[in-house]
């Protein structure tokens, strides 16, 4: 029995120094984990290096600290940690990926370059490595390479990391043009080089374009692309039409509006009528995405919240159709009445004919508080103002009617329903006005 145990010993002495080690081992990392989640930051991330100067995690946080939360800044002390992790752990890309940043945020570019080379080929499916080498090399004038990067950057940032998706993200490509283009200026090429080919990438690069004074190439692109991603058509056609209408373009800002159209399954008006929409029978675009994208004030009704006037599609309000538009002035007007308007483009020094149908109820005969139809230059409304006043009283549907000649700049008009603001209401005959079956057409000269 003595002799057994006696053999035995060694083994024993053995284990119980591996379970020593062992348990002063996951003792000193439980120390420098609590020391990095609960401590100091100036002296617990060096206890905790202290504790575990072979764990990449705490070397790595020490480096994390050094560089972006110290007092004053010790970059060449975090390196230093930081090569010890890649040490530690040489097959974790996320230390290379911290070293080649710190490297390059201290002005060694072929040190950071080497790193994040080494960050990239350990996870090539990755998106953020790839990011950091693109603008790594973007920054040290290797600007083919980096181009390469950033086109596979691109591609990867739709799905997150280890899952790219065929669609990349928007914020992601947007920023990778303006890193081009402030490197390199607008470069066509360049930015045509790290697009993808998917309909998402290239309405990003024609909405870049459009807001950096390219507005001609960012049409070009928008004229050949197919409507398949639906969500990235439809802010690019917003961010086309609002600069188009900005430079007075309108005829062109009304092509990109009604291809949005057809592509959302809104059938056409008749051509001579120049008002879409004209008898409220659709939902307009612009109602149908609130909260989901701001179209801002495209070729529809545009029909905005007023505190003491309810304006509505109504089935209530039809002349013909279902639907009409009813106003109700409920209370005391707290401001004027301008919430419903209606962008259109025209032609410079044309006659043309505004019409429409009017039901009113209760509504007052003093001209300061009589609501009307108000015609203006959609850029510049100084040049001209016309309004046709609504019947008072109450009244069965009549049509309104009132021609005009626009300037020799005008090329869009904006129609505004508008009321005076009524400071008295008589909540016992509320004044209502109900409005159907627009039409602007152009007069033959």
Not at 36 to 64: D, H, K
Not at 314 to 337: D, H, I, K, P, Q
Not at 342 to 363: C, G, I, M
Request: no cysteine.
């Amino acid at each position: 029995m003595t002799t057994s145990m006696t053999k035995r010993l060694p083994l024993l002495i053995a284990v119980l120094a591996l379970a020593v080690w062992a348990g002063n081992f996951i003792i000193k990392n439980f120390l420098a984990a609590s020391l990095l989640a609960y401590g100091r930051q100036s002296e617990s991330t060096a206890a905790a290096a202290g504790y575990a100067p072979a764990n990449p995690e705490v070397l790595a946080a020490r480096a994390r600290y050094l560089l972006y939360r110290a007092d004053e800044p010790r970059p060449e002390e975090a390196i230093a940690a930081l090569q010890q992790a890649t040490a530690a752990s040489p097959r974790d890309y996320r230390y290379w990926l911290e070293l080649g940043k710190a490297y390059d945020s201290q002005g060694q570019p072929q040190q950071a370059e080497s790193a994040l080379e080494r960050a990239v080929s350990l996870a090539p499916r990755y998106f953020e490595p790839r990011w950091a080498l693109a603008n790594s090399r973007l920054r040290a004038g290797k600007a083919d390479a980096a181009l390469n990067d950033f086109r596979e950057a691109i591609a990867l940032s739709g799905g997150g990391y280890g899952n790219a998706s065929p669609q990349p993200d928007r914020n992601v490509t947007l920023n990778a043009f303006n890193a081009i283009n402030g490197a390199l200026g607008m470069n066509l090429e360049a930015l045509r080089s790290v697009t993808p080919a998917d309909s998402a990438a290239r309405s990003y690069l024609a909405e870049f374009l459009a807001t950096h004074e390219a507005l001609d190439q960012a049409l070009e692109i928008w004229r050949i692309l197919p409507t398949d991603d639906l969500n990235s058509y439809r802010s690019l056609a917003a961010q086309l039409t609002r600069e188009l209408q900005g430079k007075n373009r309108f005829h062109e800002a009304r092509e990109v509006w009604q291809k949005l159209s057809d592509a959302e399954g809104i059938l056409p008006e008749d051509s001579p009528n120049l008002i879409a929409n004209p008898g409220f029978e659709q939902t307009p675009l612009r109602e149908k995405y609130v909260g989901v994208i701001d179209l801002g004030e495209g070729f529809d009704w545009v029909i905005r919240r007023h505190t003491e006037v309810r304006a509505a599609r109504s089935t209530e309000a039809a002349r013909s159709g279902s639907y009409g538009l009813r106003l109700v002035f409920t209370a005391s007007m707290n401001s004027a009445f301008q919430e419903v308007s209606h962008l259109a483009a025209v032609e410079p020094a044309r006659q043309y004919r505004l019409s429409y149908f009017a039901k009113t109820k209760n509504l007052s005969s003093l001209p300061n508080e009589t609501p009307f139809v108000e015609i203006t230059d959609a850029t510049n409304p100084a040049a001209f103002s016309l309004r046709s006043v609504a019947p008072s009283g109450t009244t069965e549907w009549s049509e309104q009617a009132i021609g005009f000649t626009t300037t020799e700049n005008t090329r869009g008009l904006r129609l505004t329903i508008r009321a005076p603001q009524v400071k008295t209401i008589d909540r016992g005959r509320l004044p209502e006005l109900w409005l159907d079956d627009f039409k602007l057409e152009k007069i033959n000269q």
